[in-house]
Nanobody, 125 residues
Framework: VQLVESGGGLVQAGGSLRLSCAGS????????MGWFRQAPGKEREFVAG???????YYADSVKGRFTISRDNAKNTVYLQMNSLKPEDTAVYYC????????????????????WGQGTQVTVSS
């Protein structure tokens, strides 16, 4: 699976962005899709996830502001980000894995086999 993110950019605090992750090489069917981010000087962290069965998961820091969705027909996963804050500034990565995940394993970047190259999101205050 090859993953390519797009949609990043510079936005003012309170604004919105929608990130896309397009997959090729293999269908997303059966894959757990995740979004992670890494801010300068910090470790990569889980942002949101979408299981093949339709369950969604969010980090507490983005709950209520971000929405993950997937279009299996287009082999694309989206991350709608609203009410953006300067602390959301990071490189955002899309990831995929067949799993299965147990417990909170979906939050661990080491559990994912496939990654995109990342897209920069910068939120100005």
């Amino acid at each position: 699976v090859q993953l390519v993110e797009s949609g990043g950019g510079l936005v003012q605090a309170g604004g919105s962005l929608r990130l896309s992750c397009a997959g090729s090489g293999r269908t997303f069917i059966g894959y757990f899709m995740g979004w992670f981010r890494q801010a300068p000087g910090k470790e990569r962290e889980f942002v949101a996830g979408f299981s093949w069965r339709g369950s969604t998961y969010y980090a507490d820091s983005v709950k209520g502001r971000f929405t993950i969705s997937r279009d299996n027909a287009k082999n694309t996963v989206y991350l709608q980000m609203n009410s953006l804050k300067p602390e959301d500034t990071a490189v955002y990565y899309c990831a995929a894995d067949l799993g299965p995940f147990h417990g909170l394993e979906y939050r661990w970047d080491s559990e994912y086999d496939y990654w995109g190259q990342g897209t920069q999101v910068t939120v100005s205050s």
